[in-house]
Nanobody
């Protein structure tokens, strides 16, 4: 079974940039799309972005469009989330996951499996 591990989260100031990584072990990501979700204190887990592994097509939540970029490296079996112009509202635990189902939409967390443990991103004002 594929295991995912997020890394790169830390405390930064508003306006800073940060790159998160999601590394896979126990298998490859070549046949699946990958998504990033985040969960802030007291809020539900929300969709951030998604990438189709084979085509490279990407999709973003309106709240991060133009600031965040998702990408993948097939050779390293890793997906990245480049975050620029960070805002305090971006503070959350960020999770990556592999898309398994294709019925409710790529923005729906129920479509995904193999969730990582998450990495904390804190943006101070």
């Amino acid at each position: 079974q594929v295991q995912l591990k997020e890394s790169g989260g830390e405390l930064v100031q508003a306006g800073d940039s940060l790159r998160l990584s999601c590394a896979a072990s126990g298998g490859t990501l070549s046949s699946y799309g990958m998504g990033w979700f985040r969960q802030a204190p007291g809020k539900e887990r929300e969709f951030v972005c998604y990438i189709m592994w084979t085509t490279g097509n990407t999709y973003y939540a309106d709240s991060v469009k133009g600031r965040f970029t998702i990408s993948r490296d097939n050779a390293k079996n890793t997906v990245y989330l480049q975050m620029n112009s960070l805002k305090p509202e971006d503070t959350a635990v960020y999770y990556c996951a592999r898309r398994r189902f294709y019925t409710a939409g790529y923005y729906n967390a129920s479509e995904y499996v193999d969730w990582g443990q998450g990495t904390q991103v804190t943006v101070s004002s």
